[in-house]
């Protein structure tokens, strides 16, 4: 039975698909494509990864809808400020085309490297603007929303149930929202935010912008969640999964706007994933620890060392990045790898029993997933499996063990099967580099065999040298 925690109602709940045969509707909000993603960010989208492979592992189709922020999302989550993807442009000195999809496509790449499934429907904002329209009418039909000379607003206080996820009073939110009292004199409660941003005052040389029927201009960062999640998905759907940060504003509004346009809920389970600190501090860029992927391969860390550094904490708790527990994490990940690469290559044991310790690893684990993704418990039953195959090697039948380590790998997604099989996977050419490399080696020829080692890794593989000899990998795909 699998269980997860309803952030809106602070309860760990059993889930249930709404449509009891059907697809399970997941929706996950998508990054801003101004920037590189930081590894905060990615690790929000690594726990809406585990969420959706467990969801299949259970049995459950999953249709899985993400968008992508490439307009209007504005320097601070409030009304106020600058365009992110103008001001990225400004700073590159590219179009604003040009930056947005050159960062989604470094968003993808960096997701890929992490093995993070990419979504069925990958919508970006800029080319839903029809359906955002289209709830921004309804919206106004209903009463929820009303024009300005610079915006159509979303009217807070008319919708009631406005702080049911967040759980913080108005005041509050008036407080985070107080600049944009000074932007627009004609909103009526300052909580009101923009659904659609007119050509005026800052934003009169905006350079994305469409028709409306509020004349030309361009949407609110949080309408296309709404308008993207209803289109695909449908609504209510099952899952909304994001960000803690975002519960106060963005989700709020996102909650706000579809079900005042249509009257019914939004989704039935809200997923919120925790902040990550990078050595106790919140990451910022002015004190200079904003950490990309990028930065952590500079370093000579494996993506999947990050993947498995998120794994080892619950997605509910902070993660508190430092360069040590990524180092950790890439040692445990290569003792997996390797362990996987030894059973492969393991004779089968005449006696070995297949009994009731893989039926029991197998339960745990998928229990532990199931309790709400406890991933660093699920983690710990391939620990244990490890020690008592080493510890007595002739109980078991390595196959069986590998068999359901490849298993536990379709939720975790490190590349266990990846890894283990790209080692059968080498050219002729790759193979005899990596003799000729071992030769030089053997002579303390090391400058010969460096530069070896950089034609191995122009092919795409890493060397490593081991006690019994050198063992090939290959690297991730760039
Ligand atoms: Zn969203």
């Not at 101004?34 to 590894?39: K, P, Q, T």
């Not at 365009?83 to 604003?96: F, Y």
């Not at 068999?403 to 005899?432: H, Q």
Request: charged share 30%; net charge positive.
């Amino acid at each position: 039975m699998l269980k997860l925690y309803n952030y809106l109602s602070r309860k760990k709940e059993r889930f249930r698909p709404l449509r009891p045969k059907g697809t399970v509707g997941l929706y996950t909000c998508g990054p801003t494509v101004y920037d590189y993603a930081h590894i905060g960010n990615l690790r929000t989208y690594i726990f809406e990864d585990i969420l959706r492979r467990a969801l299949v592992s259970f049995g459950y189709r999953v249709k899985h809808v993400m968008n992508i922020t490439d307009v209007g999302h504005l320097t601070s989550d409030a009304d106020t400020g600058a365009d992110k993807i103008e001001e990225g442009a400004k700073r590159e000195s590219k179009s604003v085309w040009d930056i947005a999809s050159f960062f989604t496509k470094a968003f993808l790449a960096d997701t890929r490297k992490l093995q993070v499934l990419r979504a069925h429907i990958l919508a970006p904002a800029t080319k839903e603007i029809p359906s955002q329209i289209k709830i921004i009418k309804q919206l106004i039909r209903r009463g929820y929303a009303y024009e300005t000379e610079k915006a159509v607003y979303f009217n807070v206080p008319k919708f009631r149930g406005y702080t049911k996820l967040s759980r913080q009073p108005l005041a509050q939110q008036r407080t985070g929202a107080r600049d944009e009292v000074i932007v627009d004199g004609d909103k009526k409660h300052p909580a009101d935010f923009a659904l659609w941003f007119k050509l005026v005052g800052r934003y009169k040389n905006h350079v994305m912008r469409w028709d409306s029927p509020w004349g030309p201009g361009f949407p609110g960062w949080h309408i296309e969640c709404s308008a993207i999640s209803t289109k695909y998905l449908g609504q209510p759907f099952d899952i909304h999964t994001g960000g803690i940060d975002h519960v106060t504003i963005h989700h709020t509004n996102e909650i706000a706007q579809s079900e005042g346009a249509y009257g019914k809920s939004l989704a039935r389970f809200w997923i919120e994933g925790e902040h990550m600190l990078i050595d106790s501090k919140k990451m910022s860029k002015s004190i200079g620890n904003f950490y990309t992927l990028t930065d952590l391969e500079a370093r000579n860390f494996d993506p999947l060392a990050f993947r498995y550094l998120v794994l080892t904490a619950h997605y509910r708790s902070r993660l508190n990045f430092t360069w040590d527990s990524l180092k950790a994490a890439q040692l445990s990940l290569k003792r997996l790898h390797d362990f996987v690469h030894e059973l492969r290559a393991a004779k089968l044991k005449n006696n070995a029993r297949p009994h009731r310790i893989f039926k029991n690893a197998d339960k745990k684990f998928f229990d532990a997933l199931a309790n709400d993704l406890d991933t660093p418990k699920a983690l710990s039953v391939l620990w244990q499996l490890v020690r008592r195959y080493r510890n007595t090697p002739k109980d078991f039948d390595p196959k069986l063990v590998l068999k359901l380590f490849l298993k536990f790998d379709t939720v975790l997604g490190l590349n266990l099967e990846y890894k283990a099989s790209s080692i059968t996977k080498r050219s002729a050419l790759v193979e005899n580099l990596a003799k000729k490399r071992e030769g030089y080696r053997q002579q303390k020829e090391w400058a010969k065999a460096d530069k070896i080692r950089s034609q191995l890794e122009k092919l795409g593989f890493t060397v490593e040298d081991t006690k019994g000899g050198y063992r090939l990998k290959k690297l991730p795909p760039t």
